[in-house]
T-cell receptor, first 114, second 115 residues
Framework: ETGVTQTPRHLVMGMTNKKSLKCEQH?????MYWYKQSAKKPLELMFV???????ENNSVPSRFSPECPNSSHLFLHLHTLQPEDSALYLC?????????????FGSGTQLSVL | KQEVTQIPAALSVPEGENLVLNCSFT??????LQWFRQDPGKGLTSLLLIQSSQREQTSGRLNASLDKSSGRSTLYIAASQPGDSATYLC??????????????FGKGTHLIIQP
């Protein structure tokens, strides 16, 4: 266990559905991240939250909506997704400061959009 | 835009061999570099983190080196074991540091250690 828990592990949804991914960290970190991992592509940073404030939105389509109610919880709300959004969505957390410390990742949510 | 390249994309070696995985990055203005391991269908586990002012880091049978000026890093695995089979990812932090910009990843090296 890395101390970062993601639910659900697997999700299948239609293009008209609305669903949410959840991430929780028990490490006392102040920063949380969403990454997307597609087949044969590098991990892509989606969103960064530092002390609950969003500091990065890496040109992500508006059909992905993040929410960070506190430093321990992070959500990714999904609506009207496209089949090309099928991927492994990974949450991570870390301490931040002058330099980024090690990132701790959850096991991910494998998303399939039909 | 920073690009991270990992060579080889895949590697299969017999158990017991020492091996080297390579990582290169296009913009040498990085703050640190991390090596991760990913098992199939799982998240990533951080193996080693090298700050930009450092040359290498060691953990057990793993040794990572960093040559910032040439934009290169290597991950050396000594006495490989079947349990080392996984995908190894290299990632750099750039920008203003502090984690605000996240990491830029390579596509990884898929490593298989044959028993």
């Amino acid at each position: 266990e890395t101390g970062v828990t993601q639910t659900p592990r697997h999700l299948v949804m239609g293009m008209t559905n609305k669903k949410s991914l959840k991430c929780e960290q028990h490490l006392g970190h102040n920063a949380m991240y969403w990454y997307k991992q597609s087949a044969k592509k590098p991990l892509e940073l989606m969103f960064v939250y530092n002390f609950k404030e969003q500091t990065e939105n890496n040109s992500v389509p508006s059909r992905f909506s993040p929410e960070c109610p506190n430093s321990s919880h992070l959500f990714l709300h999904l609506h009207t997704l496209q089949p090309e959004d099928s991927a492994l969505y990974l949450c991570a957390s870390s301490h931040t400061g002058p330099f980024l410390e090690k990132l701790f990742f959850g096991s991910g949510t494998q998303l399939s959009v039909l | 835009k920073q690009e991270v390249t990992q060579i080889p994309a895949a590697l299969s070696v017999p158990e017991g061999e020492n091996l080297v995985l390579n990582c290169s990055f296009t913009d040498s203005a990085i703050y640190n570099l991390q090596w991760f391991r990913q098992d199939p269908g799982k998240g990533l586990t951080s193996l080693l983190l090298i700050q930009s002012s450092q040359r290498e880091q060691t953990s057990g049978r793993l040794n990572a080196s960093l040559d910032k000026s040439s934009g290169r890093s290597t991950l050396y695995i000594a006495a490989s074991q079947p349990g080392d089979s996984a995908t190894y990812l290299c990632a750099v932090e750039e920008g203003t540091g502090g984690g605000a910009d996240g990491l830029t990843f390579g596509k990884g090296t898929h490593l298989i250690i044959q028993p």
